[in-house]
C-alpha cells in the first residue's frame, strides 16, 4: 500500500488513517458531549468531561485541517464513470458540508468557551489563547450554533454513508466507493 500517493483507484495511507481517526474521534466526541450535558451542572463528573470533550474537540480540529490541507495536495481517486452527474455533484456536495461541519463544530466550541470567560485548555497542559471577550449574551448563540452545526454535520454524515452503502449494495461494482478508503485492499 502506498504511504502518501493515492492510486487511481484507492486513497493513499494518509487520507485512510485521517478518514477513520476522525471517524472514531466523532463517535467519541458525540457520547461524550450527549453524556456531559445530560449531567446536572454541580455533578462531580461533568467539568472532567467538559475538558476531555474540549480537549478532543481541538485535536478533531487540528485534524480536519490536516484533512484539508491533504486534499489539496493529494487529489482523491476519482468518482466511478458509472456514476450519474447528479451523484457525482451530490458527492461532491456531501463532502464539502463534512469538511465545513469538521472545522465549524470545533471552533463554535472554542468561541462557546471564551464567550463564557474562560480559554481552552488542551489536556490540562496547553491553554490556548482567548480569541473574544468575556460576553454573557453570546454564550448561548455560541451554543446554538454549535448544536445546529452538529445536527448539520449528522445529516451529512448520514448521507455520506448513505451513499456509500447505496453504491455498495445497490448499485453496479463498478459503482462501489467503499474499497477505496478501506485500509485492506479488497481480493479482486
Do not use: C
Request: glycine share 6%; proline share 7%; hydrophobic share 55%.
Amino acid at each position: 500500500m502506498k504511504t502518501n500517493r493515492i492510486d487511481k483507484q484507492r486513497y493513499g495511507v494518509l487520507a485512510m488513517g485521517l478518514h477513520w481517526v476522525m471517524a472514531l474521534m466523532l463517535i467519541a466526541l458525540v457520547a461524550i458531549g450527549n453524556y456531559m450535558v445530560s449531567l446536572e451542572s454541580g455533578d462531580p463528573n461533568r467539568l472532567p468531561l467538559m475538558g476531555l470533550h474540549k480537549s478532543l474537540g481541538v485535536v478533531f480540529m487540528q485534524l480536519a485541517i490536516a484533512r484539508v490541507i491533504w486534499h489539496r495536495i493529494s487529489r482523491p481517486p476519482k468518482l466511478p464513470q458509472v456514476l450519474a452527474a447528479w451523484e457525482r455533484r451530490l458527492s461532491q456536495t456531501i463532502t464539502l458540508a463534512l469538511y465545513f461541519f469538521m472545522l465549524a463544530i470545533p471552533f463554535s466550541g472554542y468561541l462557546m468557551t471564551n464567550y463564557a470567560g474562560f480559554p481552552v485548555i488542551v489536556f490540562g497542559l496547553v491553554k490556548l489563547p482567548l480569541l473574544v471577550d468575556k460576553d454573557p449574551a453570546l454564550v448561548e448563540v455560541a451554543k446554538q450554533a454549535h448544536l445546529i452545526l452538529v445536527s448539520g454535520l449528522m445529516g451529512a454524515l448520514l448521507a455520506h454513508i448513505a451513499g456509500a452503502i447505496k453504491h455498495r449494495v445497490f448499485d453496479a461494482p463498478e459503482a462501489d466507493v467503499l474499497p477505496r478508503m478501506l485500509p485492506v485492499k479488497p481480493r479482486s
